[in-house]
């Protein structure tokens, strides 16, 4: 493929996120608390979400393998950094938490498709199009940075998830969750997801990472405000003082 059409189709993705965005604010997506039916079959929740999560585990390892850069240390960095998200998002992360509520086979299959178009863009720019990255890229400012920002983004994803986790673990009802970034917004776990993907465009240095932090954003931004609209609802005594996603601001 040549680098036009490359950036040519990664503007459209780009552009599909934002109508996404749009979409998932009127109508969060049919999972969890929101289940529906008219999605297909449904899956148990657990087996759903490795489902739709496994694909990315394997996309871009894929591209890397049967690239030149194999023997690249800096391309092989990228590979653990994607390795560590995604073998906990989708290997570990659901055996951790509660089975919930079923997940509707078409979005997981909707899930699937994001994952492999996703992994694709990032795998074919990072190890097939990109110019070969300097020696010096794992010292230069923009990769240690990048570094940062992504495992702060992990540290706080993993931390607001196990609060979550133990929260559902005393009681199947709703109940307001505390400690960590808690203290001032609904949905920790979700912005730091959004941190962690802003990491990897910054690590990377790429419009194609970029884009996945816009994806991820136009998918978790929606929805914690739908979460946040839920707390205040069906919590008693919520704190009116929680913003949905960004301390004090949003």
């Known amino acids: 493929m040549s680098l ?3 950036n040519g189709l990664l503007i459209a993705w780009s552009a599909i996120a934002l109508i996404s965005f749009g979409s998932l604010w ?18 148990d929740a657990r087996w759903g979400w490795i489902l739709m999560e496994s694909p990315a585990v394997l996309v871009l390892p894929f591209w890397f393998v049967i690239s030149e850069r194999t ?15 995604y073998i906990h998002r989708a290997w570990i992360y659901p055996f951790r938490k509660q089975a919930g509520r079923p997940m509707p086979l078409g979005l997981a299959l909707c899930a699937v498709a994001f994952n492999l178009v996703n992994g694709g863009f990032n795998g074919g720019w990072l190890f097939h199009l990109s110019p070969a990255h300097p020696p010096d890229w794992l010292s230069r400012p923009q990769f240690l940075i990048g570094v940062a920002v992504f495992a702060g983004g992990f540290a706080i994803n993993v931390q607001a998830d196990t609060v979550l986790i133990r929260l559902r673990r005393k009681s199947p009802h709703y109940r307001t969750p ?17 941190v962690e993907w802003c990491g990897w465009a910054i690590l990377t240095w790429s419009w194609a990472g970029l884009s996945f932090a816009v994806w991820t954003a136009a998918n978790l931004v929606p929805r914690a405000v739908a979460h946040h609209r839920f707390y205040g609802t069906h919590i008693e005594g919520y704190p009116a003082s929680r913003k949905a996603i960004l301390p004090f601001v949003f």
Do not use: D
Request: hydrophobic share 50%.
């Open 26 to 43: 009127w109508k969060p997506a049919p999972y969890g608390r929101y289940f529906e039916s008219g999605w297909g079959r449904a899956l």
């Open 4 to 6: 036009a059409w490359f």
């Open 71 to 85: 023997a690249n240390p800096i391309a092989q960095v990228f590979v653990l950094l994607w390795l560590v998200h």
């Open 178 to 194: 505390e400690g960590g970034l808690f203290r001032w917004i609904s949905c920790p776990n979700y912005l730091g997801e959004i």
